[in-house]
């Protein structure tokens, strides 16, 4: 098999955004008359989404949360996460997204963004960094129905690709995943995606359970090395 596309995670991949979204979520509460985040429900946000997250925060507190009210709370976070952004001399980008690119871009692949993060966060984010050329296909929270881990998002940016290049005509096992939590790695997986899985957000040794390929930083993504795999149709658990 060969590698045709990259598709990458957004938050805690591109971007190091978790306290900003901490913050906004506690704002939430606040102005929800609802108790703040404890130490460990702030613990338990690490990996999932934002919206799961704060759906759960809600429940404890006793609140009948409808699909009509948590779309109000979150369109409310978004807008006030692009204001904090705004806010920014420098986005807290992490090192190597550049070369990253640089990498996927010369060997003529595609690419693409899957998140549970809202489209109105991506898309600040990626025009402020000057990305949003590089990233054809994204699918955000708003286009699907379940967060990772269900494999809807990747299934979704798999069907854009082919919709988009319908020459390419390309498969699950011809995806590379780049992924920073175990529950993003399992969407992958199961959408029979290859992962490599950089650690930002967990530790090296949890996610190289987990991930085919496992680094410290996006800047270590050796793709000819990766490439090479593909092409001997052995993906099995690998450190770069």
Not at 130 to 155: C, M, Q, R, T
Request: hydrophobic fraction near 45%; charged fraction near 20%.
């Amino acid at each position: 098999m060969s590698l045709k596309a990259v598709l990458f995670n957004f938050n805690g991949v591109i971007i190091k955004d978790g306290l900003i979204h901490i913050q906004l979520i506690d704002e939430i509460l606040l102005q929800e008359n609802l108790q703040l985040q404890r130490v460990q429900e702030r613990q338990g946000f690490l990996g999932i989404s934002a919206s799961a997250y704060l759906q759960t925060l809600l429940k404890s507190r006793g609140r009948v949360v409808t699909e009509a009210y948590m779309t109000q709370l979150l369109t409310r976070k978004a807008q006030a996460y692009v204001l904090e952004l705004e806010k920014l001399e420098k986005l807290p980008l992490y090192s190597g997204i550049d070369d990253v690119i640089f990498q996927i871009r010369s060997r003529d692949l595609k690419l693409g963004l899957v998140s549970d993060a809202l489209s109105l966060e991506i898309e600040m984010v990626l025009t402020s960094a000057k990305l949003a050329e590089h990233f054809p296909v994204i699918v955000s929270g708003d286009d699907i129905s379940s967060n990772k881990p269900n494999p809807e998002g990747y299934l979704l940016a798999l069907d854009r690709i082919n919709q988009a290049y319908p020459e390419l005509n390309l498969q699950p096992h011809e995806c590379l995943v780049i992924e920073d939590t175990p529950v993003g790695i399992q969407a992958a997986k199961r959408a029979q995606m290859q992962v490599v899985g950089v650690a930002n957000t967990y530790p090296f040794h949890m996610l190289q359970r987990q991930a085919n390929w496992t680094i410290d930083y996006l800047i270590d993504l050796d793709l000819q090395r990766v490439q090479e795999v593909f092409l001997e149709k052995n993906v099995q658990s690998i450190v770069l």
